[in-house]
């Protein structure tokens, strides 16, 4: 059931976006809340990716778990903290998207 170990990982990295968001919120871990939503989103991404991997390639999960990640953060770093939307930053997160289509497509 390859599939399933790639919902795994989509949740994975949608709770990355999660707990760097998170941890942004908690302010260097001083906001209780926070801080403890950051903590258990952060296990639980580790938890279903560990579980993807049991599937999929190293590289290709990991690869792919970060660059939801990554991508994710500069989406909620733009709406939410007001991060600046410059082309290059536009350009250097579309690459990173092609990336992770690319490993996707690839994949066994």
Excluded: C, D, H, N
């Excluded at 919902?7 to 209780?32: C, D, H, N, P, Q």
């Excluded at 926070?34 to 049991?54: D, E, G, P, Q, R």
């Amino acid at each position: 059931m390859a599939w399933l170990s790639w919902v795994y990982l989509l949740i994975a990295g949608l709770l990355e976006i999660a707990w760097s968001a998170g941890m942004k919120r908690s302010e260097g871990f001083t906001r209780g809340g926070w801080s403890a939503f950051t903590i258990v989103t952060a296990v639980a991404s580790f938890l279903l990716l560990a579980l993807a991997m049991k599937q999929l390639p190293l590289g290709t999960a990991y690869a792919v778990w970060v660059g939801i990640g990554v991508a994710g953060a500069f989406i909620i770093g733009a709406l939410w903290f007001g991060e600046p939307l410059t082309p290059a930053r536009l350009g250097s997160v579309a690459m990173i998207v092609l990336g992770i289509v690319g490993l996707k497509l690839s994949s066994v």
